[in-house]
């Protein structure tokens, strides 16, 4: 479709060229009333066109009001067009978007429902080889030697990583079709911490990092999902061992913040993040360091699922971060009552 030509010209025809094309003024009266008015806007006295004519008698009042009228006309019908011509436009760019929209919907659709399908698919011939792998390891098909009892160990550990790993994909997909379920209940934190240390501390000892812990005496029970949010202060505290070099601090802290709210930060002294790529962080399948020979394992999964966590359970994780110095990521959780 053609746009109009909406030139200034167009909208704002010029009085003495639409006066000549109608045959209202001929075209050496019209030179005449231009040098007229040329001389005129020298002695720096009003030089309109039309006033300059009628001074002439080159136009009647009633002739030049009708051609102004005209303009205006002309000028509105213009205005009109562009407005019609932009609502279509408009309309049309909102159906071409409204499609797009459909088929990435749709596409992101298949995306997840694969990721839930390949994920089942995933966990149950990974059931057998845990289950093998067991048998195997405490002897029952035959003793085994050390070698071949080491060889079994590591591959247990290969089996617990790609268990975790295929629990996140399903959590990842459960949260993006809206099916992620929490079973609020009273939360005792003292109890949360514990497991988290029992947890992380091999972790830090095998990084040669230390592990610090602050959690206030009489905390108040906190409304939570436990398994879920255990599982969020695990992947910061993952995540803080992860990328601190050996030497380094990785502190839990635990505190109640007002009355009712409880805070939940992990902080460490390690590589930091740059300012400006602390959004990207809570990107699904995002890692900052995106190269093939990454020095970091993982999917770049657990910070999204934190997000998605905490935002079920209506909070929100803040990051403070400073490159080569460390990081704080920090939420707040409500207490389950009002303290006496
Ligand atoms: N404490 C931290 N210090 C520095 N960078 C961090 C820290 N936590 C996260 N990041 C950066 O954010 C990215 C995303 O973190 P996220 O936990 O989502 O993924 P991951 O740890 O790489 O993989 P996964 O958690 O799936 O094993 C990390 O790859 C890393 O670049
Ligand atoms: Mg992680």
Redesign the pocket.
């Known amino acids: 479709m053609a746009q109009p030509h909406l030139t200034p010209e167009v909208l704002v025809p010029r009085l003495g060229e639409y006066l000549v094309q109608r045959g209202r003024v001929r075209a050496e009266d019209l030179k005449k009333a231009l040098a007229h008015q040329h001389k005129k806007q020298d002695k720096t006295q009003s030089g309109l066109l039309g006033e300059t004519l009628l001074e002439l008698g080159l136009i009647d009042r009633p002739t030049l009001d009708q051609a102004i009228t005209e303009q205006i006309i002309q000028l509105r019908n213009a205005l009109e067009d562009a407005n019609r011509y932009l609502e279509r436009r408009v309309q049309e760019r909102t159906a071409e978007l409204q499609l797009a929209l459909r088929k990435l919907s749709e596409l992101n659709q298949m995306k997840n429902n694969f990721v839930a399908n390949i994920s089942h698919e995933l966990r149950t011939p990974l059931t057998h080889v845990k289950g093998y792998v067991e048998i195997l390891v405490t002897d029952s098909l035959g003793a085994l030697n050390e070698e071949q009892k080491n060889a079994l160990q590591v591959s247990q550990r290969a089996i617990t990583q790609l268990e975790g790993l295929i629990d996140n994909l399903i959590l990842f997909s459960q949260a993006a079709r809206g099916e992620m379920t929490l079973h609020m209940a009273p939360v005792n934190l003292h109890n949360v911490a514990a497991n988290i240390i029992n947890y992380s501390n091999p972790k830090a000892l095998d990084r040669k990092i230390t592990l610090h812990v602050e959690i206030k005496p009489n905390l108040p029970a906190v409304k939570a999902d436990e398994e879920k949010i255990t599982w969020v202060i695990l992947?910061l505290m993952?995540?803080a061992i992860?990328f601190t070099p050996a030497g380094g601090r990785v502190s839990l802290t635990i505190l109640r913040e007002a009355d009712s709210l409880v805070s939940v930060s992990v902080t460490d002294t390690g590589i930091g993040i740059p300012k400006d790529r602390l959004h990207e962080l809570f990107e699904p399948f995002h890692q900052l360091d995106g190269s093939s020979t990454r020095r970091y394992g993982?999917t770049?999964?657990?910070?999204a699922l934190v997000r998605q966590i905490l935002d079920a359970h209506g909070s929100v994780i803040d990051v403070r971060s400073e490159e080569g110095k460390g990081s704080t990521f920090k939420f707040t959780l409500l207490a389950a009552r009002r303290a006496s």
């Open positions: 992947q993952d995540n992860k993982g770049g999964l657990g910070l």
